[in-house]
């Protein structure tokens, strides 16, 4: 069974920085693509950073320069560092796994970035 479990969301300021976590069990993450997905209320789920198995990141426009995604296959654990957080970055977080033609979706751990 593969079971993603996120962490590291909470409340920050404008500004401030986060890192989330995703471990991951079933399934080592070194040899499949990650990503971080996120869905605010009212809007699609859009992709915000992915990590393949040798390593190449995508980031989505709105998030280059500030996010960071990253890997300890060690560990199996993904991250996502995220700095200068913005309001609009408010959103439920995701991570996913992408084993053969199968994704597979943590639950998600909340981001509020609010004054």
């Known amino acids: 069974q593969v079971q993603l479990v996120e962490s590291g969301g909470g409340l920050v300021q404008p500004g401030g920085s986060l890192r989330l976590s995703c471990a991951a069990s079933g399934s080592m993450i070194s040899i499949y693509p990650m990503g971080w997905y996120r869905q605010a209320p009212g809007k699609q789920r859009e992709m915000v950073a992915t990590?393949?198995?040798?390593?190449?990141?995508n980031y989505a426009d709105s998030v280059k320069g500030r996010f960071t995604i990253s890997r300890d296959n060690a560990k199996n654990t993904v991250y996502l560092q995220m700095n200068s957080l913005k309001p609009e970055d408010t959103a439920v977080y995701y991570c996913?796994?992408?084993?053969?033609?199968?994704?597979?979706w943590g639950q998600g751990t909340q981001v509020t970035v609010s004054s």
């Open positions: 996913k796994m992408q084993k053969l033609f199968i994704d597979y």
């Open positions: 990590i393949t198995s040798g390593g190449s990141t």
